[in-house]
Nanobody
Framework: QVQLVESGGGLVQAGGSLRLSCAAS????????MGWFRQAPGKEREIVAA????GRNTYNKGRFTISRDGAKNTVALQMNNVTSEDTAVYYCAARSMHVGVGYVAADYDYWGRGTQVTVSS
């Protein structure tokens, strides 16, 4: 059983940057592909970035960049040049079974509670 805890959310001005972090515990971090999703009010949860178990394969949406640190069991999401459309709750997710990157929420087995990101104009 994997526990995921996000941090780093908050209020940021449009055009600024923010770095989210997700700490994983309770499992073998190197065996999980990881993803970041977001959900805005009234909208479906959507993927913004994903990274394979090894870190060699990544998917990044637009201005976002995902990275992982196997020594610290963490995965980060770097958000640059944010806009009001980036306002959402951001979730960290883990996908088990060595199956690589997933692109939809249903691909992931474990979820954090989320961290709120609010972009002010």
């Amino acid at each position: 059983q994997v526990q995921l805890v996000e941090s780093g959310g908050g209020l940021v001005q449009a055009g600024g940057s923010l770095r989210l972090s997700c700490a994983a515990s309770g499992g073998t971090f190197s065996s999980y592909a990881m993803g970041w999703f977001r959900q805005a009010p009234g909208k479906e949860r959507e993927i913004v970035a994903a990274i394979s178990e090894s870190g060699r394969n990544t998917y990044n949406k637009g201005r976002f960049t995902i990275s992982r640190d196997g020594a610290k069991n963490t995965v980060a999401l770097q958000m640059n040049n944010v806009t009001s459309e980036d306002t959402a709750v951001y979730y960290c997710a883990a996908r088990s079974m060595h199956v690589g990157v997933g692109y939809v929420a249903a691909d992931y087995d474990y979820w954090g509670r989320g961290t709120q990101v609010t972009v002010s104009s």
